[in-house]
Every structure is written in structure tokens, then in C-alpha cells.
């Protein structure tokens, strides 16, 4: 096995012998806020679309989202045909550290349903 071969085993020997924990101090990152953002279709609906540019504009601080790009990347894998919409968006809303809902479609006042019934989204709302 390759991690018993002696030169492996001076180099790992000599990064330990290196490594001392007031280097912890330099591994601080901050780690961008994850925004989940529900809101109507593109075509007919252009509030997401503009706020997504103008938080990617001017808070590098936080990450977007869209549950289509999630439903996009399962679909393509094939192996979670079970999931449905509102566990995936649940699923989401959980990663998420703020989950904003433009309501602006059936479809997003639906969304709005789903997750009040949650005390444990209410908290991450942030509705417009």
C-alpha cells in the first residue's frame, strides 16, 4: 500500500512536525449566507431575476439559489425519482440560511403555504 511507503511516511511525518495549532488561526473563512429564493416563472416574472443581479452586484457576501437548478441536477443524476417538490424544497430551505418568497404566482403563494407550516422555516423567511 502506497501510505506505508517510507517516503510517504517522512512526508507526512515532516508535515506534522510543521504543523502547530496557532496555525489553526490562519484557516479563517467566512463562508458566504446561502439566500434560497422562490419566486414566479421567468417569463412573466422578473423580480427574482433583478434581485438575483443585484445581489450578485453588490453583496459578494451571499450565495443564490432557485429549486429549478436543484430539480435540474436530480433530474439529470436519475437516482432520486422519489423526491417530490415540497420535500426538495424543504430540503433546501433547510441548507438555506434565508429562504425569500416573491410571491408573485400560484405557484409561489403555494410555496408560501407549504412553509408556514413550519415553525422551523418561519424563522429564515423573508417575504416580498
Not at 9 to 16: D, G, H, P, S
Not at 56 to 65: P, S, W
Not at 69 to 74: D, G, P, S, T
Not at 117 to 125: A, D, E, I, Q, R
Request: charged share 20%; proline share 3%; hydrophobic share 45%.
Amino acid at each position: 500500500m502506497w501510505f506505508k511507503h517510507p517516503r510517504y511516511l517522512r512526508a507526512k511525518e515532516n508535515f506534522i512536525s510543521s504543523f502547530f495549532p496557532s496555525n489553526l488561526n490562519s484557516f479563517n473563512y467566512i463562508l458566504p449566507k446561502v439566500l434560497f429564493i422562490c419566486g414566479g416563472d421567468e417569463t412573466y416574472c422578473s423580480n427574482r431575476g433583478m434581485l438575483e443581479k443585484y445581489i450578485a452586484k453588490h453583496h459578494k457576501e451571499f450565495v443564490t439559489f432557485r429549486a429549478e437548478l436543484a430539480w435540474e441536477v436530480i433530474s439529470n443524476l436519475g437516482t432520486h425519482s422519489n423526491v417530490n417538490a415540497l420535500s426538495l424544497e424543504e430540503w433546501l430551505a433547510d441548507f438555506s440560511d434565508v429562504v425569500i418568497i416573491l410571491v408573485e404566482s400560484y405557484g409561489t403563494v403555494a410555496e408560501l403555504g407549504a412553509f408556514s407550516l413550519s415553525p422551523v422555516y418561519v424563522k429564515n423567511f423573508f417575504l416580498y
